[in-house]
C-alpha cells in the first residue's frame, strides 16, 4: 500500500546530475555516450555507491537475463551476473530478480518480447515497453489461450511455472526439455508454425498431440499444455475441437520486458512503501540492487555494498531516500544481500559482501546499442529427466489419428502413406 509522505531530499549539483547529500564523487567513467559510471562515497556512516546513469532514450535497450537461458533440468542454474552481462553483450548489468523456490525468478519474466515465465508468487514488476517507457506496477498483465475455429477459446493460466490444482499450464523449451509434470497429468503437445521458443502475437498451431503420464519431452517448435482434473478435461476438448477445424495459440503480454522487483521504492517522488514497518528486510543495513527514472527520461542502475566496514549497506527507507537525492522520480528494489552486484561490460565493479559474486537467478542488462539479438545461449538444454511412456489410453489414440492427417494436410503437407 503506498503512503503519501514526500521524501525530502537536499541533493548537491554536479555535472554528473545530482548527488546526494552527504556523498561524493570519487569515480566517474564513460562507458558509452550517454550512458556513465559514477562511483560515490559516504564516510560516516561508510557507504560505497555504484551508478549508472543513462541517458533519456537508452532504456529501450534494458534487457532482462534468465540464468542459463533455461528453468529447469540438466543445463539450468543460477548464474553469476557477470556471465548473463557477457552474454548478454552488455555495457552494464546489476543483478535481477529474487530466487524463489525450486531455484526460479520469484516474479514474471519477459525478455525481448518473450514471454518466459508468469508470476511464481504476487511481486511488484518492472515492465518496460518497446519505446523504453517503465512503469512500476504490482503485476504483469498477460493473455494466453489457444483459439480453435469453432469461435471457442482455453485459457492458459501459468506459464513455466510448476502445475498447480485444476489449472492449464504452457510450458516452453525456456522452462526445460520436459515438463516435469506427474503421471496425473493430461497434455497436449503443440507444435507451432515459428521457430521461437514462445512466439508473441497469434501463431499458427500445425500439429496437436494429446497424451496422458505426464513429464512430456518438449521439443523444437513445440509447446505444451498440462492439465489436471478439470484442466485435463478441457485440454482432452481441445484437442477434440482441433479435429475439425485450425487452431491458433494467442499470447499478449502488457510489456516487451519484464523482471520481478520489489518493493516499490518511490512513486511519482513519494515513498511507495511503509518504511516504518518492522523487519530486518526493511529496517536492517544491507547491500542493495535499485533502479529510477527521473522524470527528464534518465535511467539509474544503482548498488549499494554493504555488511563490511568499508560499506555498510541501507535500510530501505535510506535507499528510497538515495535514490531521490539521485533524481529519482520512481524507483524499485531488486534482489539484494550477496546477490548486489554491478558489472561492465563483464567485470564486477562493487564488492559483493561473500567476497565474491553469488550466482543469481538473473540479471538487468543494458545491452550494447543495435543489438538485437538474444543472448548467446549458456548451454543447450538437455534430455528429459525421464523417459515418459505413452500410456495405453485408447482416447489419445483415436484422437491423434483423427487430428494430426488433418492439422498436417491443412498446414500444406501430404498426407502419410498408407
Known sequence: MAVAATVVAVPARAADGPVPAGYRVVGREQLEPGVDHLTLRRDQPPQNVHVARLAPGLSNRLRPVLSSDVMTGPAAGPETTS???ARARCVVAVNGDFAGPGGAPVGAMVARGELVATMGIPQWQLNLDSAGRATIHDRLDVGVRVDTSDGQALAVQRVNRPLLGEDVNLYSRRWGPSTLTDADAVEVILGLGSTEVLPSGVTRIRTVTLRAGGNSAIGPNQ???AGRGAGARALTALALRASGGTASLVVQ????QSIGAGPHLLSRGRLAFA???AGTFIQGHHPRTMVGFTASGETLLVTVDGRQSTSTGMSLGEAASFMAGLGASDAVNLDGGGSTTFVTRGSTRNQPSEGGERRVVSALALVTAGDAAAPSPAGPPGAPRTTPT???????????????????QLAGQPPPAR
Open 275 to 277: 518504511p516504518d514497518e
Open 253 to 256: 503480454t502488457a510489456a516487451t
Open 223 to 225: 509447446i505444451v499444455l
Open 83 to 85: 556471465s548473463m552481462c
Open 390 to 408: 505413452d500410456p495405453a489410453s485408447l482416447l489419445p489414440e483415436l484422437v491423434n489419428a483423427l487430428l494430426n492427417p488433418l492439422l498436417g
